[in-house]
């Protein structure tokens, strides 16, 4: 590795419980001062050859705000890694998903999730993987309490691309790369690349790490439909952050 690279692993699980040391739970503040938390409380956490294990028969709900209903168990890294102005930075870990009583064919119906998110500008870059399918995703969202920038173009929006080519069920190594200076992410699969996203209309600035159990169920008049008694299992590596200046 040469000097314009730094490469450095976010990891350190068996510090889970300490929470603010390395991760946190995830969640946003509310408008009455209270704070949601990403945290299913029956939740069993393990973490065992540094692979962090989560498994939650999902309960949280919000019935009014949508990002608060889709995340249900979910850890930040404590603090957001900085992006390069040049050259990239890329995200890479492996992960698993298992799930018990999802609608069969339906990811969205709960998920193990890698996010990265920008909170100075709504940016999500994600992989959401279930049973039989993944989705890589790139969005602007309407974060709680976050300031979008105006960039004359669609302001918020969610793109998923879903795929089935994958070894389902077992551990898969799931990597995202982001150029500030190309406006530019790549997703990749098991080394493949499996979606390129060119011409981002802003800068991203810096992404927290975050590893989830999620559900993404439009809310309906009367409220949440995303909880109806499934099981999500998650595992997890250690992240590897590489910085190519």
Sequence with gaps: ????????????????????????????????????EYREPEAVVIVRNGILYVRAKLSKQNNHVQILDNAKHMYFSNEPVKVPENGEISFELQMRA???????????????????????????????????????????LPFPGVQVPDTGKTKYFCVFK???????????????????????????????????????????NEFYVCLGIMTEKDLSPSGSVSVHGQTVIAEYSPVTVEIKA
Excluded: C
């Design 1 to 36: 590795m040469d000097n314009n690279e730094q490469q450095f692993v976010l990891g350190d699980f068996h510090s889970i419980l300490e929470e603010g040391k390395v991760w946190k739970i995830g969640g946003f503040p509310l408008p009455d001062g209270s704070f949601w």
């Design 98 to 140: 298992r799930t018990q009583g999802t609608a069969p064919g339906d990811l969205y119906d709960g998920f193990v999730s890698l996010n990265l998110l920008d909170f100075t500008t709504g940016a999500a870059l994600d992989f959401f993987v279930s049973n039989d399918k993944y989705a890589s995703v790139y969005a602007i």
């Design 162 to 204: 879903e795929e089935t080519d994958f070894e389902a069920g077992e551990f898969n190594t799931y990597k995202i790369t982001y150029s500030q200076a190309e406006d530019e992410a790549v997703f990749y699969l098991n080394g493949r690349e499996v979606r390129r996203e060119k011409n981002i209309p802003m800068k991203f």
